[in-house]
Structure formats: structure tokens, C-alpha cells
């Protein structure tokens, strides 16, 4: 053994880290690559962190973030008690999976989706079933039925392919497993997708998470929420309190407590996002990409005569950056986030030249 891990446990040698996309500090980059929402959040965002700032740093924040989970309720139509909040959506993800999926089977999900499900797998030591996407990567929920399952977790619209399901097949997949937690992730259901959230009342084993780091513009503020009945709601408190009760800050909970009041920002810059999504689309086409229909804010996108790789490393060196995954069956496509009307500008006339069209 390299005596560097000689003090590693065997799961800390075994584990597959997660590799997050690159944020480097270079000035003026065009940077496309970790789905940011590409505009800042609302100045009252901004106000209400300052305000916090100003005030109690020296208290903890309030372990249960009561005025977040109302705020998040209100939103949506739920009891305060069917929300939970955790520092970013993965953290949400994690113990939901510590809580819901160390079962005796496998946790199903498809076999191309947000890489994080299976680290988190290996952190617990939980075994991975991975259901194919069919051939235009879609997911079909029928290959999910009367297998047997310790859990189930699916994103919607899936990343890093930009599709969504409808509710109809989301109410196919709960009621084909219902004995074990169907985890639906909602990312970046503001960006187009139907939410599963109107569905928490009708099924007890539906749990859906939500970020505020993609639609609300806040990843640099790390905060995600989970919705579902108050049973599932629990579990997570459990474990939430058995690794640390004060997940959110104040300037996080402040923040993020003010996005939910300017829904005006919230409606504008979503509206925004969509409308570049789709006439960056059609500007694709014209270079000859096959863009997969999106309802993200990315689209995932593949050229019939370059490289998925060689395309990634020449936009690099003209300061574009976009994520490839070198992944079976998706090594030939780009995923690439949605920026403002320049940055979008700025990425098709550098693959214009690079495809020389
Ligand atoms: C499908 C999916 N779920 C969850 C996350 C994590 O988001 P957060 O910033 O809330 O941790 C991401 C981030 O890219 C994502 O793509």
C-alpha cells in the first residue's frame, strides 16, 4: 500500500470522488461548463445577505431554517413540514440517499445521469442498478418496473441530457415501485419540465429535490431543499442532526429566504435563460449539431464530422469553456450551458470556426 493511504480507511481507498467541472480564474473567460444561471441574483438577494452580514454572525443560524422551509412551502403549496434544506442539493441528495436507499437491493437509476448518484453510492456502500437510456438517451421508465429495488433516483429533466419526462411517466415509475423511495431530482425543472411536487399528497414514497444554485442563481450560496411527506421529511432531519444540525449560514438562509420573494427576477431571468436556450439551438442546427431537445439550462449537443473532444479543447484555447464527459455512449457529445446573449454569441463564432462553415 502507498504510505501516503497507509491511514485511509478501506472505503476512503475505495471510494470514485466526484469530479466537479473546472472554475478557474481566468479574466474574461466564457464559461459554459457548470450550468450557472449566467446572471447574478436579485439585488434583494444581495441586500438582505448584506443586512445579515451586519448582524449575529456571532449566533449559529437557526438549525431548522423555519423561515426558508416557509418561504419554500409558500412557493409551493406545502406544509413548512414537508421541506427540508441543506447546504446545496447534493448535500440533500447524500443523506437522502443515506436515508432512503441501504436496502438489500440495488438503487435503480439510469445509466447516463448526474455522476453524483454513483459516488454517493460508493460512499455508502450501496449497490448501483443501472437502467439504459434508450437510443436517443431518453429515459424509459417501463425498464424501471418489477425490478427489484432498495430505491429509485432519476433526474428530471435528466442531466447531462437536457430531457424530461412527463408527469404521466413520473407517476408510471411511483406507482411500479412503490415500496421503496422514488427520488425525483429537480435541478432544472424551472427551465421547462413539469414539477412532481403537485404529486407529494398522493404518493408517500415521492421525494423531490430542488437547488437554488441553477434557476435562482445562487450556487455560490450552496442551498437546496427536499419536498415530500412529512415521514420522509423526518428521516432527513435525522440524519441531517447526526452530522451537522446547522447546514445553512445566515447570509445562506437570508439570501436565499429574499430569492423566493422577488419572483418577478425569478420569472424575468428564467424567461430569459429559455429564450437563449432556444435560439442558441437553432444557431447549433445551422452549424450542423444535433441538439437534444432540451428543457435545462444547457443543451447537449453532437456533430456528425468532429470530435466531441478536439471541439471541447479548441474552444478551451479561445477561452470557451464546455463540458465533455468521457463517458460510454455520450463521449461525442458537449454539454453546454446556457450563457447570456454575448457569451452565446461568443461560443458559436468560435465553433463556426473551428468547424470552418
Ligand atoms: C442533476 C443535478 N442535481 C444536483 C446538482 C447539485 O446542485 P447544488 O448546487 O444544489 O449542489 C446538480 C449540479 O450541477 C445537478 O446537475
Redesign the pocket.
Known amino acids: 500500500m502507498d504510505g501516503r493511504q497507509r491511514f485511509w480507511s478501506a472505503r476512503v481507498r475505495e471510494i470514485v470522488p466526484y469530479v466537479p467541472g473546472e472554475q478557474p480564474r481566468i479574466p474574461n473567460l466564457v464559461k459554459l461548463n457548470?450550468?450557472e444561471n449566467p446572471y447574478p441574483p436579485s439585488p434583494l438577494v444581495v441586500e438582505r445577505i448584506t443586512a445579515a452580514a451586519q448582524q449575529g454572525l456571532q449566533l449559529y443560524p437557526d438549525p431548522q431554517s423555519t423561515a426558508l422551509r416557509e418561504a419554500i412551502a409558500h412557493h409551493h403549496r406545502l406544509d413548512a413540514r414537508e421541506v427540508f434544506c441543506g447546504n446545496?442539493?447534493?448535500e440533500v441528495?447524500a443523506h437522502a440517499f443515506f436515508a432512503f436507499f441501504q436496502q438489500p437491493h440495488p438503487v435503480l437509476m439510469p445509466d447516463v445521469t448526474?455522476s453524483f448518484y454513483r459516488v454517493y453510492c460508493g460512499l455508502y456502500g450501496i449497490e448501483a442498478d443501472l437502467i439504459p437510456v434508450d437510443e436517443g438517451l431518453q429515459i424509459d421508465v417501463a425498464a424501471f418496473a418489477d425490478r427489484p429495488a432498495g430505491g429509485v433516483v432519476i433526474?428530471n429533466p435528466n442531466?447531462p441530457t437536457g430531457s424530461a419526462l412527463p408527469l404521466v411517466a413520473i407517476e408510471q415509475l411511483l406507482r411500479s415501485q412503490r415500496d421503496c423511495v422514488v427520488l425525483v431530482?429537480e435541478?432544472y425543472v424551472d427551465f421547462g419540465a413539469p414539477s412532481a411536487i403537485p404529486l407529494i399528497p398522493k404518493y408517500d414514497n415521492l421525494l423531490v429535490v430542488h437547488?437554488l444554485?441553477k434557476s435562482r442563481s445562487l450556487?455560490g450560496l450552496r442551498v437546496?431543499f427536499a419536498a415530500g411527506q412529512r415521514h420522509l421529511i423526518e428521516a432527513l432531519e435525522r440524519v441531517k442532526d447526526s452530522f451537522n444540525s446547522y447546514p445553512l449560514d445566515r447570509l445562506a438562509l437570508a439570501g436565499a429566504v429574499a430569492a423566493y420573494e422577488d419572483h418577478e427576477h425569478f420569472e424575468r431571468k428564467r424567461q430569459a435563460v429559455i429564450e437563449s436556450r432556444e435560439a442558441l439551438t437553432v444557431q447549433l442546427w445551422r452549424l450542423g449539431f444535433e441538439v437534444l431537445p432540451s428543457a435545462a439550462n444547457f443543451v447537449f449537443v453532437r456533430h456528425p464530422a468532429h470530435d466531441a473532444q478536439s471541439l471541447a479543447s479548441g474552444l478551451r484555447e479561445r477561452g470557451i469553456l464546455v463540458r465533455h464527459f468521457k463517458q460510454r455512449r455520450i463521449e461525442q457529445y458537449l454539454r453546454i450551458s446556457i450563457g447570456t446573449a454575448a457569451q452565446c454569441e461568443a461560443l458559436v463564432q468560435a465553433l463556426a470556426l473551428l468547424i470552418g462553415v
Open positions: 457548470t450550468n446545496g442539493s447534493d441528495l448526474y433526474a442531466a431530482d435541478a437547488t444554485s450556487a437546496g
